[in-house]
């Protein structure tokens, strides 16, 4: 694992994180228009006027560079990992951007998912496999994540509020797995020639798969907070890239005594999603519009409680949405 490597991956994690808060901070501001009609795509057309959310899509293109960059000095099993420190920038940046400081349940459950992701991770020891990936693997591979994503958004759309967001947030970290190991795919063929690798079909895949991942992040950013969509779609991604790391570039993972630690991983990845179900953040309004945020203070009055009563009003005004 070279110190370029770390640097990159760490960079994609801050930028990836700055782009969640951005367009979850436009996202909420749309849902808080009166009379306003939730589709996608007239939610699309009303967000991309909203410099939040082009500061947010900036930043998403950035976060592909960089990871593309990270991808290709180390393996996607090793960079994937380094991508859960996304769940702690999200907090660092969304508490300037909406000027409220999530409460402390929040924080400690994603510090455990976080570390116990790098344990986990970091136990296994993933060693590097080939450049692109087994021939006729993709096809069998390509079937199982979209069937996968398929089936996480029906039944988000059958649900509401913190569900929904978890679900379309898992969707969209499929996608973006899905989309990593096609950007190692691209990045290993590159030693072909430019014009030889855009003569294929890795890059095309790769458009489609992003963009689609994209729009399901946009629904989840819509549907609830990032307290409820951003665990899933940190952790989904990482162990999605890995499962492709191994199953289609052979990129091995160590396990006997290694598997002690790995289960502490597994554990603290556990207690962290136990707290998180539990933290008024999930359902609150931290990471509302401060202009409606606000008003919500006023009706509650000086003596409510941070995330509870004005945060559960806020989040089920926050989980109407068609997305």
């Given at each position: 694992?070279?110190a370029?490597?770390v ?11 700055a782009a ?15 009379g ?12 991309v ?23 290709a000095?180390?393996?996607?099993a090793?960079v994937?990992?380094?991508?859960a420190t996304?769940?702690?920038f ?11 400081r999530p409460?402390?349940?929040t ?28 021939a ?17 958004v029906?039944?988000?759309?059958a649900?509401?509020g913190?569900?929904r ?6 969707a ?5 797995g899905g ?7 691209v ?9 030889a690798?855009?003569?294929?079909w890795p ?9 689609t991942?994209?729009?399901l992040l ?6 609830g907070t ?7 779609l940190t ?23 290694r598997v002690?630690?790995?289960l ?14 539990r933290?008024?953040s999930v ?6 519009a401060?202009?409606a945020?606000e008003?919500?203070?006023a009706?509650?009055?000086p003596?409510?409680?941070a995330?509870e ?8 005004g926050?989980?109407?949405s068609d997305?």
């Amino acid at each position: 694992m070279s110190a370029l490597t770390v640097l990159l991956a760490l960079a994609a994690a801050f930028s990836n994180a700055a782009a969640s808060v951005l367009q979850r901070r436009a996202a909420a501001q749309d849902e808080d228009r009166p009379g306003a009609v939730h589709t996608a795509v007239r939610s699309l057309l009303r967000l991309v006027r909203d410099r939040y959310w082009v500061g947010g899509a900036a930043l998403l293109a950035l976060t592909t560079v960089l990871q593309a960059a990270a991808l290709a000095v180390g393996s996607l099993a090793v960079v994937q990992p380094l991508m859960a420190t996304e769940l702690l920038f999200t907090l660092v940046v969304g508490s300037l951007v909406f000027h409220r400081r999530p409460d402390t349940r929040t924080w400690l459950a994603f510090a455990a998912l976080a570390v116990g992701l790098a344990l986990f991770l970091g136990s296994a020891s993933p060693a590097p496999g080939r450049d692109t990936a087994t021939a006729g693997r993709w096809g069998w591979a390509g079937a199982v994540l979209v069937c996968l994503m398929a089936g996480l958004v029906a039944v988000g759309r059958a649900v509401r509020g913190a569900p929904r967001a978890a679900l379309f947030g898992s969707a969209s970290a499929v996608g973006f797995g899905g989309t990593a190991a096609l950007l190692k795919e691209v990045t290993g063929r590159l030693p072909q020639g430019v014009g030889a690798v855009l003569a294929q079909w890795p890059p095309y895949a790769t458009a489609v798969v992003g963009g689609t991942s994209f729009l399901l992040l946009q629904s989840a950013l819509r549907a609830g907070t990032l307290a409820a969509s951003q665990p899933a779609l940190t952790l989904g991604d990482a162990l999605t890239s890995v499962a492709l790391g191994w199953a289609l570039f052979d990129e091995e993972i160590a396990l006997g005594v290694r598997v002690l630690p790995e289960l502490a991983g597994v554990a603290l990845i556990g207690l962290g999603s136990v707290g998180l179900a539990r933290a008024p953040s999930v359902h609150g309004a931290w990471d509302t519009a401060p202009g409606a945020r606000e008003g919500s203070d006023a009706r509650d009055g000086p003596g409510a409680v941070a995330g509870e009563g004005r945060g559960q009003e806020s989040g089920r005004g926050l989980g109407r949405s068609d997305g």
